[in-house]
């Protein structure tokens, strides 16, 4: 995970310069998520609270965006959250205990140190309902069911690895050069983090494999800018 970590700080430097970083090292990091969507536990659908799923993404999406935590977290926590909520009967609060815990152990994953959020912090979400051990003791309770493996592919990922090749300053538009490159690439990556969002809350999309998903995203918004005014 330290590996992908430094790529992806070359890949974003390289890409703000206007360069792209050699596809060697993203084919590697691509093979390994590959492997490991491959080894995703079943996602069963048996949570009883499976009706409360979207009102519990958009709350904890609302506690990260607060947080400044980045998009890939966001997805992480939820991807934690639906697989630790299909193999248990969680009632309130607990729910949302859930959701934070998922939320602080996904931020230790994909932020730098700094900004990974206090128990403290989260806890004021519900205003100070939980002792603070009880975070402490959820973190245990959620890293043991995924076998201390929190290496879990998301389409945010995938996104996040391809979306340097995405779109170039040659691409053509309407049969003619690109007006701006800079306004086209914002215009992009704006909407590829709408659809992943989306997507995020939609559980007909849990069980999709997160490459599979990230790919068609980014063909099909792809194809469809083309026909817009750039």
Sequence with gaps: NCLIHFYKRKMDKSYSSMGLVDPEYVQDIICWLKKQEQ???????????????????????????????????????????????????????????????????????????????????????????????????????????????????TACYFAEMWLPYAIHPTDSHNNGPLVSFRDAKAYFHQYVKYFLDLAMQDSTFIDTLPSVLAASLLAEIGRASCRERV
């Design 39 to 153: 080894c995703s536990m079943e996602f069963k659908r048996q949570s009883p609270q499976m009706d409360k799923r979207r009102h519990l993404v958009d709350w904890t999406s609302v506690v990260a965006e607060k947080l400044h935590l980045t998009s890939c977290t966001v997805h992480l926590a939820i991807k934690i959250l639906d697989f630790f909520m299909d193999g248990h009967d969680i009632q309130d609060p607990q729910l949302y205990l859930v959701c934070l815990g998922s939320l602080l152990l996904a931020s230790k994953m994909e932020e730098k140190d700094s900004n990974v959020p206090k128990c403290s912090e989260m806890n004021a979400f519900t205003k100070n309902r939980f002792p603070l051990s009880d975070f402490i003791s959820l973190e245990i309770v959620i890293l043991k069911y995924f076998n201390w493996n929190l290496c879990l592919p």
